[in-house]
């Protein structure tokens, strides 16, 4: 897994995703979220658009990413979900707290 995070503004950062976000690698996105909004990004958006898989552990991370920014007074959201991720959101209705946007600009632009 691949992690960047890209500022947009001194409160906002869109972080890129590439490769599976499973066990292997989920305690060390969730560590990056945190880490983000610990250096004072209040929105993050997580580009989806090159992450190929998604299991339980990997949404266990993007939850530990939403309640650390809802907690600082943000908000996490993602976007460019694909069909895979999508449909884990749905079972698990988890789309309704991790809402996914067609893409970045999107999310950014999103009202609370």
């Known amino acids: 897994m691949e ?10 950062a869109v972080v890129q995703l590439r490769g599976r976000l499973d066990l292997l690698v989920a ?4 560590q990056r979220l945190v880490q983000a909004v610990n ?8 580009d989806m658009s090159e992450v190929s898989f998604v299991d339980s552990s990997g949404l266990g991370a993007l939850i530990g990413g939403l309640k650390a920014t ?13 069909a895979q991720a999508q449909a ?10 991790l ?7 999107e ?3 999103a009202n609370l």
């Open 3 to 12: 992690i960047t995070v890209n500022p947009v503004d001194e409160r906002t």
């Open 27 to 30: 305690a060390e996105v969730k």
């Open 39 to 46: 250096e004072g990004f209040r929105l993050l958006v997580v």
């Open 70 to 82: 809802r907690l600082a007074g943000g908000d996490l959201r993602l976007a460019s979900v694909g």
């Open 88 to 97: 884990i959101l749905e079972l698990t209705t988890l789309n309704r707290v």
């Open 99 to 105: 809402r996914p946007y067609p893409n970045v600009a």
């Open 107 to 109: 999310a950014l632009q």
